[in-house]
């Protein structure tokens, strides 16, 4: 994905299925796979855009980069430290450079990154839904954080409530509002996706099981075949 760093001016970003307007200074995130076009003003505006190229090669890039879906855009008034931080920092060295900036920049970039994580999770669509309103909401990031940490273990609605502080049924029905699938499903995602990383890593079939909590590698196989006659 690309995160764009508008320092002055305005520009619009623009694809097959809307456009986002930026207004300086402001930051845009948005999936790198979507095919668009940065539309500036003026000549001069592209001179105050900085573009930074982020990987997520992890297990479970693919269910954060869907909260990326359509892109993202932070003004910088936002008074998130890391954010002003980073915004700061970049915009000296790139003003004066000097002795290692490539370094530096690489640096502020990952800075940049972080603030708007946590700018996203400090600040969720009110009518939205998915992991940066499950992490918005304390007794369900805990449970979150619980399973992305321990994916393995034998988790059951009760085990994953009592992590909230919630009961089970307020617990169930919170966390399917808000992450718009049963815990049940959104661990066996994590599960899938953590598998299916190991397998492409050649770690073999029974490893990956045992790595993601699947009973044996039989029943790994075959949510594989599952997922790849899906496509999802």
């Known amino acids: 994905m690309y995160l764009y760093l508008l320092t002055k001016g305005t520009m619009v970003w623009r694809s097959g299925t809307g456009s986002v307007s930026l207004n300086a200074p402001s930051l845009l995130a948005c999936r790198s796979c979507v095919p ?9 505006d592209r001179g105050n855009l900085i573009s930074i190229q982020t990987d997520l090669t992890g ?10 879906a359509q892109p993202r855009v932070v003004t910088m008034t936002s008074e998130e430290p890391l954010l002003e931080l980073a915004m700061g920092l970049i ?15 690489s640096r502020a970039g990952d800075i940049l990154f972080i603030g708007l994580l946590r700018y996203l999770v400090a600040h969720p669509s009110p009518q939205g839904s998915g992991l940066f309103n499950g992490l918005a909401d304390p007794r369900i990031a805990r449970a979150l954080v619980a399973m992305h940490g321990r ?10 409530a009592g992590e909230a502080g919630m009961s089970r ?7 399917r509002q808000v992450m718009h699938k049963t815990p049940g499903k959104y661990l066996a995602a994590i599960r899938l996706a953590i598998a299916q990383r ?10 990956a099981a045992r790595e993601a909590g699947y009973t044996n590698a039989s029943a790994l196989s075959r ?10």
């Open 151 to 160: 994916p393995s273990l034998a988790w059951t609605l009760e085990r994953l």
């Open 59 to 68: 297990p479970v890039a693919g269910l954060f980069l869907a909260e990326f």
């Open 223 to 232: 949510a594989l075949s599952r997922r790849q006659a899906t496509g999802s």
């Open 36 to 44: 668009y076009e940065l539309e500036g003003a003026t000549s001069q």
């Open 198 to 207: 190991a397998v492409e890593l050649g770690k073999g079939l029974k490893l």
């Open 169 to 175: 049924t307020a617990f169930a029905s919170t966390f």
């Open 91 to 105: 915009a000296t060295e790139l003003d004066s450079p000097r002795c290692g900036q490539p370094a530096l920049l």
